[in-house]
T-cell receptor, first 112, second 113 residues
Framework: GNSVTQMEGPVTLSEEAFLTINCTYTATGYPSLFWYVQYPGEGLQLLLKATKADDKGSNKGFEATYRKETTSFHLEKGSVQVSDSAVYFCALTHTGGFKTIFGAGTRLFVKA | SAVISQKPSRDICQRGTSLTIQCQVDSQVTMMFWYRQQPGQSLTLIATANQGSEATYESGFVIDKFPISRPNLTFSTLTVSNMSPEDSSIYLC??????????FGEGSRLTVL
């Protein structure tokens, strides 16, 4: 079946450090891939997405590239800020928007 | 996108009681879903709320425990019945227009004593 595997957290970084959160997936066909973010005390919101192989999603300085050959969708940011402290979820959905599968989530702490 | 309002935002309930959570969307949506997020955990899909018909439940979730209504394209309710402390979670309403991306309400944080 379909699944999403994320690197375990928490991840603790100093401000302006480089961030990578690994995400790999198992799926039949060609799913769409997403990163969602959950800031403290808030609901989830979409951070970025990619709908086909080699697409790069980007938003707020974050990027992720849909790599079909390695079934990966790693999240990166060149210089994190304290305000990026949150839980990040990798997810996949098949065409039609039915049943999104979420990874376990990775908590990021950024220190000033 | 959409504005999704959930009520209540939080509640503390006694064991054995039931609580109904409401989800109101400011525009018509194709898909509505209910998720559960247990403390420190990821999201687990409870069911897809179908307009005018019975919800579609995921494995491990049953209608008697989690009855769901969706009378129209902008509103749904989830009831958590006969609650126990294990039901303490955040319950999230989400919507989609079949583009794949989900939009979430802020969640309803339920504590069962």
């Amino acid at each position: 079946g379909n699944s999403v595997t994320q690197m375990e957290g928490p991840v603790t970084l100093s401000e302006e450090a480089f961030l990578t959160i690994n995400c790999t997936y198992t799926a039949t066909g060609y799913p769409s891939l997403f990163w969602y973010v959950q800031y403290p005390g808030e609901g989830l919101q979409l951070l970025l997405k990619a709908t086909k192989a080699d697409d790069k999603g980007s938003n707020k300085g974050f990027e992720a590239t849909y790599r079909k050959e390695t079934t990966s969708f790693h999240l990166e940011k060149g210089s994190v800020q304290v305000s990026d402290s949150a839980v990040y979820f990798c997810a996949l959905t098949h065409t039609g928007g039915f049943k999104t599968i979420f990874g376990a989530g990775t908590r990021l702490f950024v220190k000033a | 996108s959409a504005v999704i309002s959930q009520k209540p935002s939080r509640d503390i309930c006694q064991r054995g009681t039931s609580l109904t959570i409401q989800c109101q969307v400011d525009s018509q949506v194709t898909m509505m879903f209910w998720y559960r997020q247990q403390p420190g955990q990821s999201l687990t899909l409870i069911a897809t709320a179908n307009q005018g018909s019975e919800a579609t439940y995921e494995s491990g979730f049953v209608i008697d425990k989690f009855p769901i209504s969706r009378p129209n394209l902008t509103f749904s309710t989830l009831t958590v019945s006969n609650m126990s402390p294990e039901d303490s979670s955040i319950y999230l309403c989400s919507v989609s227009w079949q583009t794949g991306e989900l939009f979430f309400g802020e969640g309803s944080r339920l504590t069962v004593l």
